[in-house]
């Protein structure tokens, strides 16, 4: 029992000979340094030496001169002691280690985790729309989609606002928000559409970004911060707004963009967008021109008697 309380103590910063001196003269009346070494196997030249170190810890108390004794502060004494010191020392080397942080260097790393396979991305996907208490953004495909619709259900049953991009319809309906279907790009094949990726954003903090270029090879970065996710939440917003206005505008954008919006992607040629911008301003001011003038209706009203 004794050794396993010296353990502790020098856990806390004891040497062995302050732990066993310590220990020893705890609950004893006041006793010699002599009386201390034959009581705990202390060697006579070290027993003094320790009992100075502990009266200087507020450990044990030195009583009388010739000779000295020495009795031990109660155990909940020097524990309220040591709290009080070490919670001391971390403000203090709290305080120091950001100061260091702010004038060693310009740039701070951030830690970001990286699993790997999609078995991996999914669990911790899973994890973070289960933890979520406020609102998720998620981009993905539907088979991916699919993986997560109990998850979902249950964040859409805790009333999480779900904002939700699909590639392809994924079946899902939702009480807390929406789901929106990539349909710019619908029925339009490109070289990279053998490639998924998965971007989730929960609470503004908790971030996954998934990218399988080749179709099946996943790699991600996670982390939770702030400014990670400001950018993936960023892009999911923005890839939503695109496409509500292409499905309540989507006969327009494809005449002036093309088939998937590939203008956008594909500049025009310099002649074909001063081309372009020119007819632009011209069907304006002439459509401007045409507009009849519109009587002024608050002079032309009589006035009520």
């Known amino acids: 029992m004794q050794d396993d309380v010296v353990g502790r103590l020098t856990e806390l910063g004891f040497s062995v000979y302050e732990a066993r001196a310590y220990v020893g003269l705890l609950g004893q009346e006041p006793m010699t340094g002599y009386a201390l070494a034959n009581l705990t196997g202390i060697p006579q030249p070290k027993v003094y030496e ?21 009795v031990a502060v109660p155990a909940d004494r020097l524990i309220t002691q040591l709290d009080t010191d070490f919670r001391r020392r971390l403000a203090e080397a709290r305080a120091a280690l950001a100061e260091a942080a702010r004038s060693g260097r310009a740039e701070e790393l951030r830690v970001l985790r990286s699993p790997r396979g999609w078995p991996a991305i999914a669990r911790h996907a899973a994890s973070l729309i289960d933890g979520a208490v406020r609102h998720v ?4 495909h539907a088979a991916q989609l699919a993986e997560f ?9 805790r009333e999480v606002r779900l904002d939700i991009l699909t590639f392809e319809p994924a ?18 094949l490109y070289r990279h ?27 991600a970065l996670a982390a939770t911060d702030a400014l ?11 890839d939503m707004y695109v496409q509500q206005m292409f499905a309540d505008f989507s006969e327009e954008l494809t005449a002036r963009y093309g088939p998937g919006l590939d203008k956008l992607v594909t500049p025009y040629a310099a002649g074909q967008q001063t081309a372009q911008t020119a007819q632009t301003a011209q069907t304006a001011q002439t459509a401007q021109t045409a507009e009849p003038a519109q009587p002024d209706r608050d002079k032309a009203r009589p006035e009520s008697a």
């Not at 953004?137 to 993905?140: D, G």
């Not at 899902?172 to 790009?185: D, E, M």
């Not at 490639?195 to 908790?206: C, I, P, T």
């Open 137 to 140: 953004y998620l981009s993905a």
């Open 171 to 188: 079946g899902l309906n939702l009480a807390h928000g929406r789901v929106l279907s990539h349909a710019s790009t619908a029925g339009v």
């Open 149 to 157: 619709a109990e998850v979902i259900a249950r964040a859409d049953q």
């Open 228 to 238: 990670l996710a400001a950018v993936v939440k960023g892009y999911i917003r923005h």
């Open 50 to 70: 320790t009992l100075r170190r502990l009266v200087d810890k507020l450990a044990v108390v030195k009583i009388g001169e010739d000779p000295a004794r020495f």
């Open 193 to 219: 559409h053998q490639a998924r990726h998965l971007a989730l954003v929960a609470d503004g903090e908790h971030t996954l970004w998934a990218l399988a270029a080749d179709g099946s090879s996943w790699e």
